[in-house]
């Protein structure tokens, strides 16, 4: 065999071997036909390996699973609470990768504390199938920031964006004390994707939603407005950041985001329209193995393609609670 021959085979061999592995070619998102696309949030599951308490939390999974049949499910930190981390983050997606559903992380203030860097753990997802986890820019604060787009139903162009962004974990900054804020640099980095997306769109903004743990300051901002439209259980204040880095003013400013979803403070389901932006909390997804006073459950969101326009409510065992639309429920009389 030549030695040219012999290298495309093995490139060939190595290819399949990848594959194998799980770095499969990563799955597009596309509406559907009838414009329709359907997120489900999961979020705090807290999973500790092998502790009869978090059975509640893959029982309820599956159950949202079963009954949403999402085209996406996206995990908004603090996903595994125990050692082995590497096994338990794995064991936790595959509730998603094994039903061939594409999913992505962000993650939260407690995933690296158990034994394993959020790097390490960002290789566990990614190579999952159905994974779309990714680190777009690796040289930018924190880990796994990315952007994913939904396609046009004829798949044409891209129809909706999906910021994911990592909160980061507890303040640097001496004298300050609690959780860390979305730094500068993440924030430039959604700035220009976002001028991207809008400038080949004709120079109108894509319809965009972001994704993280931590809440903004604005959360509590917007929870304590006599005028501002809230629906959903508020029975802690948003553990934001003491610091603000400017994350909401830079949305408003690009236009496109409608709606930021988060998790961390568990006794917290609410959204509340805050300058035309929802500001929307998931359900505290996980079992007893952290504080929990609410029956756990997921965040569903319903896009409408070519609008700017998605309905959203939450799933618990019960059935459906908090059924809205944004923006029109939010408008109050």
Known sequence: ??????????????????????????????????KKFKIV????????????RSDIAFERMNQVLDDEKPDLVIFTGDIIYSKPALENMRNVLKTVSDRK????????????????TKEELLKVAESLPYSLTADEVPEISGVGNYALTVRSSDGKKDAFVLYCIDSNTYSTIKGVKGYDYIKRDQIDWYCKKSAEFTRNNGGEPVPSLAFFHIALPEFNQ??????????????????????????FTAIKENGDVMGVFVGHDHDDDYAVCWHDVLLAY????????EYIHLPNGARIIELNEGARTFKTWIRTKAGVEQLTTYPDSFVKE
């Open 1 to 34: 065999m030549s030695v040219r021959k012999w290298m495309f085979a093995g490139a060939l061999l190595l290819a399949a071997g990848v594959s194998s592995l799980g770095f499969a070619q990563k799955p597009g998102l596309k509406f559907n036909p009838d």
């Open 41 to 52: 949030q999961f979020t705090d599951l807290h999973v500790k390996w092998q502790d009869p």
């Open 101 to 116: 559903i594409p999913f992505s992380i962000v993650f939260g203030n407690h995933d690296n504390e158990q034994g394993a």
């Open 222 to 247: 917007a929870a304590s407005d006599e005028n501002a439209q809230l629906y959903g259980i508020r029975r802690e204040k948003a553990c934001a950041p003491a610091l603000n880095s400017g994350l």
């Open 282 to 289: 998931g359900r505290f997804t996980g079992g007893p193995t």
